[in-house]
């Protein structure tokens, strides 16, 4: 499977590619920005998107979708309990000194367990509250990788004070969600390096007490 990472816009969201090499068939997940560079990618694997996949509604991983929307009709879809996220777009615009993107039309929702299939690879969807109520992940089993949103990152964990956080529900959700899954899953958190899961139950602070 084809699979590019790019950090997008002013706060470095990861925005990944996932494309299947039969089909060229293409998940984009997390378009905040810097559509233009999503769109190099796209043309020289010579994909065409299915699905746009936003793990939570903060402006750094959806204020690209309108964009990558027109450009490939691809459906747009987040959870439905970040829409109320979605609604404070142009106020989380004026906290980061940004003009507001467009709005897009939400197309889908995402949901737990809901599933998107991309050649042999299933996206699963993991509903993993706490930084946003709506906030998700993404498990691909035959990949043994998991799209990780501002859930985890490298030695952390998504910040909670934005309107919206729960401190004891993000715990929660790495816990019982993330925590169950293999060591050797490879972790890509919405901004930051890459890790394990391994590597954060064993040395991430924040998952001591877990």
């Given amino acids: 499977m084809i699979h590019e990472i790019l950090a997008v816009g002013p706060l470095a969201c990861n925005c990944s590619i996932f494309g299947d090499e039969a089909t060229r068939e293409a998940i984009v997940v997390d378009p905040g920005d810097d559509v233009e560079q999503i769109e190099r990618i796209l043309r020289?694997?010579?994909?065409?998107?299915?699905?746009?996949?936003?793990?939570?509604?903060?402006i750094d991983h959806i204020g690209g979708a309108h964009r990558l929307r027109a450009l490939t009709g691809a459906p747009v879809c987040l959870h439905p309990d970040d829409l109320v996220i979605y609604d404070q777009l142009e106020m989380q615009a004026a906290w980061l000194g940004l003009t507001p993107p467009p709005r897009v039309p939400i197309d889908r929702d995402l949901r737990e367990g809901d599933k998107f299939v991309l050649g042999q690879?299933?996206?699963?969807?993991?509903?993993?509250?706490?930084h946003t109520p709506g906030s998700l992940c993404l498990w691909i089993p035959q990949e043994k990788k998991l799209i990780a949103g501002d859930t985890l990152f490298r030695d952390s964990i998504g910040r909670t004070d934005l309107?919206?956080?729960?401190?004891?529900?993000?715990?929660?959700?790495?816990?019982?969600k993330l925590l169950v899954l293999p060591d050797e899953t490879f972790v890509i958190p919405g901004h930051g390096p890459t890790t394990t899961l391994g590597r954060e139950r064993e040395r991430n602070f924040f998952l001591q007490p877990l």
């Fill in 44 to 58: 020289r694997h010579g994909l065409r998107v299915s699905a746009i996949l936003i793990t939570h509604a903060h």
């Fill in 121 to 130: 690879a299933g996206f699963e969807v993991l509903h993993t509250p706490g």
């Fill in 163 to 176: 309107p919206g956080g729960d401190g004891r529900q993000i715990l929660r959700s790495i816990r019982d």
